[in-house]
């Protein structure tokens, strides 16, 4: 069967989806993303571990590798090229703020803000917390099943972080996201908890147990694990610990075309900052939203096809019947 | 052009089937979805009420692109006296149901291009997409109440249009 086609102008988008995944920091290893098999993604419901952070706004590229020529002859003229450096940079900003994004657009660690124990004393990061409790068997990464009595420290509501008790490691602490670097051992047996990316909001709070509205990053709730009611989240500027994630960006086109933008490795490459745009442009004394500004630097990866050393890859899938 | 005005009309008509079910009108003896194009009705003295009005307004067309771009400005008009159960003071909420309704009739912001000259309508190559609608003013005439909202409506031309 014969097809027809038609000469594709640029593409046409409103606007840029973001989605990130945790590299896994320990064993230094990203998560792929494999246009050829992945392209077609349903943008709402993206392959795990890839989560959605909906739509972005100002995404700019700026490649920041560079090249210098390589002289010969009397008088000097270019004979090579060669790369001298490689980089690349990223920014945008965040339009919603939840613990990935917060976390994201902050240079260092986030932690959430444990419910505090009656009396405690008060920090900076958050006072110390009520004891965790223990999800009982036949917990699902959406539903948590406790002792009644637990379950009543719960209310819809509430939002829970779920994680192990800190037992004195030290190395990136968490699984499988990996939410802080402990240089030595601490003495907060919570901490873990306090830096974990597996947070949720409970929808449903019942005498056997807790609905959750998402699922949990980390999926099920593992042996040991225990949970504990968040409060907020809070960062701090300095320290030494820098995010990592896996990044793709989605450009979906007027005609069905889609151009991706995969950065195996990503690191927050600025401290923590806002966007604040009023809502009514001819109104700069009116309500303004705060947007999370996110700026990353590109790490390299060595591709396995060639050996070569990349930062980023940019993928095309034209428009059907498109001309290529 | 006519293609991409005829994919935009039945994509938001067949959208508002699903969105209000109720909101119909009786036309030239049938009862339809309650959205229609002012260009192929017989002149209206005045728009009827609780009905999308689809009015095509201005147009540009970019030349220079490997295929010719057309945008085309749709003035999309709906008006209400509220219902006469409630003596017509919920005029106001009628008026910002069919705001609701509007906006979702809109998204996603595209949707393929089709032939309706052919029986059943033919799919072409490319799809029609346009901007998020521009709402205008509340316009008060007694006891009427009518918007407007503009929406640019955009589509490249395909070869024997």
Same mark, same amino acid.
């Given at each position: 069967?014969?097809?027809?086609?038609?000469?594709?102008?640029?593409?046409?988008?409103?606007?840029?989806?973001?989605?990130?995944?945790?590299? &896994?920091?320990?064993?230094?290893?990203?998560?792929?993303?494999?246009?050829?098999?992945?392209?077609?993604?349903?943008?709402?419901?993206?392959?795990?571990?890839?989560?959605?952070?909906?739509?972005?706004q100002d995404f700019m590229r700026k490649p920041a590798s560079k090249s210098a020529p390589l002289l010969t002859g009397i008088p000097a003229a270019p004979l090579e090229q060669v790369r001298e450096t490689l980089q690349a940079?990223?920014?945008?900003?965040?339009?919603?703020?939840?613990?990935?994004?917060?976390?994201?657009?902050?240079?260092?660690?986030?932690? &959430?803000?444990?419910a505090p124990a009656t009396g405690a004393a008060?920090?900076?990061?958050?006072?110390?917390?009520?004891?965790?409790?223990?999800?009982?068997?036949?917990?699902?990464?959406?539903?948590?099943?406790?002792?009644?009595?637990?379950?009543?420290k719960f209310t819809a509501g509430s939002m829970i972080a779920v994680d192990a008790d800190y037992t004195g490691q030290?190395?990136?602490?968490?699984?499988?996201?990996?939410?802080?670097?402990?240089?030595?051992?601490?003495?907060?047996?919570?901490?873990?908890?306090?830096?974990?990316? &597996?947070?949720?909001?409970?929808?449903?709070?019942?005498?056997?147990?807790?609905?959750?509205?998402?699922?949990?990053?980390?999926?099920a709730p593992a042996v040991g694990a225990k949970l504990q009611v968040v409060t907020g989240f809070v960062d701090r500027e300095g320290g030494s610990f820098y995010q990592e994630w896996s990044a793709l960006f989605v450009m979906q086109g007027s005609q069905g075309e889609r151009i991706f933008f995969y950065y195996p490795r990503l690191q927050t490459m600025t401290g923590a900052e806002e966007a604040i745009t009023p809502l009514n442009g001819k109104s700069q004394n009116g309500q303004s939203r705060v947007l999370l500004k996110g700026q990353f630097l590109a790490l390299s990866v060595t591709d396995p096809l060639d050996g070569e050393r990349v930062v980023c890859y940019r993928s095309f899938l034209p428009a059907a019947n498109a001309l290529v | 052009m006519q293609n991409a005005k005829d994919s935009f009309y039945m994509t938001l008509r067949t959208r508002l089937t699903v969105i209000d079910p109720e909101r119909t009108i009786l036309l030239r003896g049938s009862v339809?979805?309650?959205?229609?194009?002012?260009?192929?009705?017989a002149p209206f003295s005045q728009f009827p009420n609780d009905v999308f009005v689809l009015r095509w307004l201005g147009m540009a067309a970019?030349?220079?692109?490997?295929?010719?771009?057309?945008?085309?400005?749709?003035?999309?008009? !709906?008006q209400t006296c509220g219902t006469q159960s409630f003596g017509g003071l919920d005029r106001g909420?009628?008026?910002?149901? $069919?705001?609701?309704?509007?906006?979702? $009739?809109?998204?996603?912001? !595209?949707?393929?291009?089709?032939? !309706?000259?052919?029986?059943?309508?033919?799919?072409?190559?490319?799809?029609?997409?346009?901007?998020?609608?521009?709402?205008?003013?509340?316009?008060?005439?007694?006891?009427?109440?009518?918007?407007?909202?503009?929406? $640019?409506? !955009?589509s490249y031309q395909e070869q024997g249009e």
């Open positions: 069967m014969a097809a027809t086609w038609f000469s594709a102008p640029a593409p046409v988008t409103r606007r840029v989806r973001a989605y990130f995944a945790p590299v &896994n920091r320990a064993a230094q290893t990203p998560v792929l993303f494999d246009p050829s098999e992945q392209g077609r993604l349903s943008l709402d419901a993206p392959p795990s571990p890839w989560i959605s952070l909906g739509w972005i940079q990223v920014s945008f900003q965040f339009l919603s703020w939840t613990k990935l994004t917060m976390a994201l657009a902050t240079g260092s660690q986030h932690m &959430n803000l444990l008060a920090a900076a990061d958050g006072a110390q917390a009520i004891p965790a409790v223990t999800p009982q068997s036949g917990s699902t990464s959406t539903s948590i099943l406790l002792a009644t009595a637990d379950a009543a030290t190395g990136f602490v968490g699984v499988p996201i990996a939410g802080a670097y402990a240089r030595q051992a601490l003495t907060d047996v919570d901490y873990i908890r306090r830096v974990t990316f &597996n947070v949720a909001l409970v929808t449903q709070a019942g005498a056997t147990g807790l609905t959750l509205a998402e699922p949990l990053p980390g999926g | 339809r979805p309650g959205i229609l194009v002012e260009e192929a009705e970019d030349m220079d692109l490997a295929s010719t771009m057309v945008a085309e400005q749709c003035e999309i008009v !709906y909420r009628a008026l910002s149901a $069919m705001d609701q309704e509007l906006m979702a $009739m809109v998204q996603p912001f !595209y949707t393929p291009k089709l032939n !309706y000259v052919a029986t059943p309508p033919a799919a072409m190559l490319t799809q029609v997409f346009w901007d998020e609608p521009v709402f205008a003013p509340i316009v008060v005439q007694r006891d009427r109440l009518s918007r407007s909202a503009s929406v $640019m409506v !955009y």
